[in-house]
Nanobody
Framework: QVQLVEAGGGLAQPGGSLRLSCAASADPGFSFSSFWMSWARQTPGKGLEWVSG????????NYADSVKGRFTISRDNVKGAVYLQMDSLKAEDTAVYYC????????WGQGTQVTVSS
């Protein structure tokens, strides 16, 4: 079973930046580098919104239109981690952010809260 731990959220001002991280761990034999990874977010009263995805070697990325040009996804296969650099933050980016493989088949982590407010 894969465990996911997200971190890096917090309070940011509009126009500011945050960098989220997600560490994946599992039993020996787990190969993080074999999986596409993704970030998604959830706000109260709304469903889970896919934000970004990255392929196994990090060379291919894709983004939701709402974050394209502002967010950057990356990964470190040695560390078993995926990151989300969030720039030019907007109030509507406020949400709990989660990582998972893509498509999402692992158990969800606790997420990390991002609040964008002045």
């Amino acid at each position: 079973q894969v465990q996911l731990v997200e971190a890096g959220g917090g309070l940011a001002q509009p126009g500011g930046s945050l960098r989220l991280s997600c560490a994946a761990s599992a039993d020996p034999g787990f190969s993080f580098s074999s999986f596409w990874m993704s970030w998604a977010r959830q706000t109260p009263g709304k469903g889970l919104e896919w934000v970004s995805g990255i392929n196994t070697d990090g060379r291919r990325t894709n983004y939701a239109d709402s974050v394209k040009g502002r967010f950057t996804i990356s990964r470190d296969n040695v560390k078993g981690a995926v990151y989300l650099q969030m720039d030019s933050l907007k109030a509507e980016d406020t949400a709990v952010y989660y990582c998972n493989n893509y498509p999402s088949t692992w158990s969800w982590g606790q997420g990390t809260q991002v609040t964008v407010s002045s």
